[in-house]
């Protein structure tokens, strides 16, 4: 593991499997560390045992960014946040409104961009 207690990717060409095993070591108390946070139903810290970023914290990094992506990974967390689906949907709106776009893809944006709008009212 590295120092935030990620997985290292390891070089097993040049290792032999008895030399892995010799420097296994079942109580090391990294290993036990990550073992209960990532078996933890109620994890306090995402992607880390190391990093103490909440799963509240990390959705509000995310909307600050206002980018697609970060978006789209709040969504994939939690659907039901009505302030990313407005969002999600203002972005698409807005995608449709730029020059040049085909109308199929104008109309597809639209749809999509009320979608997300009505369902954020929905949910509020």
Known sequence: MGENSSFKIMDRENQDSQTMM???????????????????????????????????????????QKTKESLETVLTIDSSDSVVLKLCGEELLQRSRETGIKEHLKASLEKRGNWYINRASALE
């Open 22 to 64: 010799a420097g296994y070591k079942p109580n090391d108390p990294t290993l036990k560390r990550w073992k209960s946070w990532f078996l933890s139903e109620t994890k306090k810290s995402i992607h880390s045992t190391m990093i103490g970023l909440s799963k509240t914290e990390y959705i509000e990094f995310l909307k600050k």
